[in-house]
């Protein structure tokens, strides 16, 4: 379907949570303040690699209006976070490897003693020399950042012999690609309230992506059991993946224990740059070959990925990237190598497309050039490559049949761009040139093989009559508590007041695994698709008790439980309400569900059972005088499965886009010898609305194979990974020249001097 | 304020008397003169509906309406405010919504919801000055607001909304 209100008729809703965001009535957990709050700040070095001599606290600690001054020693468990790998201290003690690396935290009365009791910190360093390329990281006489060296993780995967595939190619091309360190620029920043309770337990109101996730990462840096510690993370201004990381917790939490008092930390814009994640900076290598009929024989991919000081989720990207590189081709040698590497750079972690957007890149501009090398259309070339429904996925695991590149490879040709793919020649200034250019791709959901990936959640009547339903999962923009709703609507045919739904608060909500992925919706749908029969059954089985109506006869709608038959109109009222079964008890009313993220059966490590798909189409405005694009068009098509919220759905493609348009164009946070040089909004530039297409059309494919019984994919990351692609062929198409360094640089694609009189002429 | 010794007031942060109507009602405060509106928001006022993404004009997510034009909170001193009137997004409509602010819910305008009374705020002041404004007319009136998550598509719908419905 074409995604948009008209096609969506009575499934475009309104979102439950959309009046208190209009009207500034949501209280976003920055936003909350509790009496006797004190305020938090940290010490962040500066020094992109030093060794620390002395710290001294003295004075601030004696600075009038100061309540705690911390640092490494006052650690009590773990000295250290990280998703995968706890490698990144709380506290530097003797070494500092970037500059957003934390020293001291301080909790004040007010936010300017905070920054003043900062200034009274007196830390000694020996400043080293900076490692700020990967390149150097690896380099002979370049030391080791952590005690296993400078490489993170290595990923190796070959099948067949590519040296073997080369020799039969016709054509090979060969080509580095190089992309930025993308900021997430969630509008909101990190922050969050930190409250000790008078019963010893810790709550904490800071946004992230996994609840339980924080729960247990703060219990090991507090040597608290975990259950003494209350996560309430939803909702959120943006993360993106920015805030699946612990951020601003470890020292909230420390301080706010220390001084028994609520503490606030809210990050400025530019310690959010200087201590956020980024999205990993690669080098993508590709070699790629074919015969002449454009099949594909050989294709060898190195990757060099930045991940800065310390591991986050840097080795489960690069294992995305891997498998992304070889993307929904079939090719049969194959051999890709990627390294990530430590730097003394800014931290690297978990962003929207997860190693896809980079890698996927280069990928299709290997498919153009292809092409382009043997006369073959590149958009047919790929077809003859494309992967058939039962193919293994891209690493040789089982995977769930799909047909959806198959499916967006046509579906894209619906868009109105499309169609002007093969026109030139508008009337236009001589320097001013439009092209076209498309790309498509496979994106996989889940945490992949290997990874503890587990769901759940909980049903139940409550004591105010409602159906309620729990989740750990986080509400930061996407729409998940809107489609819970839906969803429940169309199980139960209830009125929205007769639901309640729960999420982002550890006391109150099952574990569900993360909410990044891509995995949410599915696995909200496959959670609520095994509790509601035993839920109804329970449900009915009371009512009849009840009421002594055979249960057969029962079904639920608005208010309570009906008699079959009389839906439609419902013509008086239920013959039970919600609240006169939950007034006789709720006993028996309680369901749970726990599973697995569905995975490959094959033991290769992060690889991915579940996919989407999605091709782009965008068109673009070149000014050869000032070499600026400017994109007039970006279509995508999708297949994802079922849509259950049209309006999240286009939601996600459009901005997914669009955060992608900002990839390709005009963002980079830009690090000069390990330090940021783009330290705010007004030098790392997002897309404003005057950079943007008015409409995205966005075609969801909801068609899947016969008997699939996974249901509807998540498309919060589908809507990044090709359009940067599509961009950059689109300005080949309008320009002849092909971009390999992203963002596009504005000086490449300006004509030179000698160019320039001949278009004059032409005019 | 500030008619005596305004470079001393200003540069010791001495508190000074403000006076401002902030949403129909009178507001009385002790504040140095610089301070910044977002702070007497946000903090004094604990009107945390008014937003704050980069404190240097660049985001509009802080943006109110003083004297009916639009302003960055962020930018704007308590001084300046003296004896006008400031309209928050809690100040926008008390009883219904604006038509704006239906817009953005009925058209998806937004996602995590934090740039969007800033936007409210910015369209709100292109409606004041102008009866019928065109869509180009509602787009300049975003030029300083930083959206994420939407990719303006949302927002864009909320335009043309706005047109057509007029
Ligand atoms: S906070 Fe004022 S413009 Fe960003
Ligand atoms: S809705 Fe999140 S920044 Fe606009």
């Known amino acids: ?474 509400e930061f923009g996407q ?77 639920t709608g608005p208010g309570g439980i009906w008699l079959r038959g009389e839906s439609g109109d419902f013509p008086e009222r239920p013959v039970i309400t919600y609240q006169e079964l939950a007034q006789q008890g709720l006993e028996d009313l309680e369901f749970s569900t726990e599973f697995h993220y569905p995975v490959t059966p094959d033991p290769i490590m992060g690889a991915h059972y579940l996919y989407t798909s999605t091709a782009v189409v965008a068109k673009v405005e070149v000014n050869l005088l000032t070499g600026m694009v400017k994109i007039l068009g970006l279509d995508h098509s999708v297949a994802a499965g079922p849509v259950i919220n049209p309006m999240g759905y286009l939601g996600q493609i459009e901005g997914g886009g669009i955060m992608a348009l900002g990839f390709t164009t005009m963002e980079d946070a830009v690090m000069v010898n390990g330090h940021y040089a783009t330290k705010n909004m007004d030098s790392y530039l997002i897309p404003t609305i005057f950079d943007v297409p008015e409409t995205q059309y966005v075609d969801a494919i909801e068609q899947l194979p016969e008997g699939d019984p996974f249901g509807p994919r998540g498309v919060g990351e589908v809507g990044t990974v090709a359009v940067a692609p599509a961009i950059v062929s689109a300005i080949y198409d309008a320009t002849g020249k092909w971009v390999t360094k992203l963002p596009v640089s504005p000086e490449e694609l300006q004509s030179s001097v000698e160019e320039l009189p001949m278009m004059w002429k032409g005019w | 304020m500030l008619e005596k010794n305004n470079l001393t007031v200003l540069e010791e942060g001495i508190d000074v008397p403000l006076s401002f109507r902030l949403n129909g009602k009178e507001i009385n405060l002790q504040v140095p003169p610089s301070r910044r509106l977002i702070d007497i928001l946000r903090e004094d006022l604990q009107l945390t509906g008014t937003k704050i993404g980069c404190e240097i004009g660049r985001c509009g997510a802080c943006m109110v309406l003083i004297n009916g034009e639009a302003f960055n909170s962020c930018l704007t001193m308590a001084f300046q405010c003296h004896e006008k009137e400031v309209i928050t997004i809690e100040g926008i409509e008390e009883d219904k919504l604006d038509f704006i602010q239906q817009a953005f819910l009925e058209e998806g305008g937004f996602q995590c919801g934090y740039c969007t009374p800033g936007m409210i705020i910015s369209l709100k002041a292109v409606m004041l000055e102008k009866e019928n404004p065109s869509i180009s007319q509602l787009k300049e009136g975003l030029a300083g607001n930083l959206c994420r998550c939407t990719g303006y598509g949302g927002i864009h719908r909320v335009l043309n909304r706005l047109v057509s419905d007029r």
């Open chain 1, 479 to 555: 729409g998940l508590v809107g489609t819970l709703e839906m969803l429940l609507q169309d199980h139960f045919q209830c009125d929205k007041g007769d639901m309640e739904i729960i999420i982002g608060d550890t006391d109150r909500v099952p574990s569900s695994g993360s909410s990044t992925a891509s995995r949410t919706t599915n696995m909200v749908w496959q959670a609520l698709n095994n509790m509601k029969e035993p839920f109804l059954k329970a449900l009915f089985k009371k009512a009849s008790l009840l009421t002594g109506i055979d249960a057969v006869k029962f079904q």
């Open chain 1, 1 to 474: 379907m074409l995604l948009n209100r008209e096609e969506s008729r009575d499934r475009w809703r309104i979102r439950p949570d959309g009046k208190d965001k209009v009207t500034g009535a949501l209280s976003y957990l920055t936003d909350r303040s509790f009496p006797g709050m004190l305020h938090g700040r940290v010490l962040r070095s500066g020094y992109p690699h030093a060794t620390i001599l002395s710290i001294d606290i003295s004075k601030a600690k004696e600075l009038s209006g100061v309540h705690a001054v911390l640092t490494h020693e006052d650690v009590p468990g773990l000295n250290a976070f990280g998703i995968a790998d706890p490698n990144q201290p709380v506290f530097c003690d003797k070494l500092v490897r970037y500059e957003g690396d934390a020293l001291a935290a301080v909790a004040a009365e007010t936010p300017t003693i905070a920054e003043e009791a900062l200034g009274l910190i007196e830390v000694e360093y020996e400043v080293l020399p900076v490692i700020d390329t990967p390149e150097k990281a690896l380099g002979p006489d370049s030391v080791p950042l952590h005690p296993e060296g400078n490489i993170l993780h290595e990923t190796d995967y070959r099948r067949g012999d590519v040296a073997e595939g080369f020799k039969g190619c016709v054509v090979i091309v060969e080509e580095t690609y190089e992309t930025p360190r993308q900021m997430h620029t969630y509008l909101e920043t990190e922050g969050g309230v930190f409250v000790p309770e008078e019963d010893g337990r810790l709550t904490v109101y800071a946004p992230t992506q996994h609840g339980y996730k924080d729960r247990m990462q703060l219990s090991r840096i507090l040597a608290m059991p975990e259950e003494t510690i209350r996560i309430i993370s939803s909702p959120i201004g943006g993360s993106f993946g920015g805030k699946d990381e612990l951020n601003v917790q470890p020292y909230g939490a420390l301080l706010s224990l220390s001084s028994k008092q609520p503490v606030k930390i809210h990050y400025s814009r530019w310690e959010s740059v200087i201590a956020g994640l980024k999205r990993h900076p690669m080098k993508v290598t590709m070699k790629t070959g074919a015969d002449e009929s454009g099949k594909i024989l050989a294709h060898q991919v190195t990757i060099l990925s930045d991940t800065g000081a310390y591991a986050t989720l840097g080795g489960a990207v690069l294992n995305f990237a891997t498998e992304h590189a070889i993307g929904p081709y079939a090719m049969a040698h194959v051999e890709v190598k990627g390294k990530a590497v430590y730097t003394n750079n800014g931290v690297s972690g978990e962003f929207r497309g997860f190693g896809g957007n980079q890698v996927i890149f280069a990928l299709e501009g290997q498919m153009e050039r292809l092409g382009q090398k043997l006369q073959i259309d590149p958009w047919e070339l790929r077809k003859r490559n494309l992967r058939k429904r039962d193919d293994l996925g891209p690493l040789g695991q089982r995977m769930v049949p799909t047909d959806g590149p198959t499916q967006v490879w046509e579906g894209i040709q619906a868009s109105p761009i499309w169609k002007e793919k093969d026109q030139t020649g508008e009337n236009m200034e001589p320097w001013i040139k439009h092209g076209v250019g498309v790309a498509m791709t496979m994106h996989g959901s889940g945490l992949g093989y290997g990874i503890p990936d587990p769901a759940g959640g909980k049903m139940r009547l409550n004591e105010q009559g409602k159906i309620e339903v729990a989740f750990g999962h986080e």
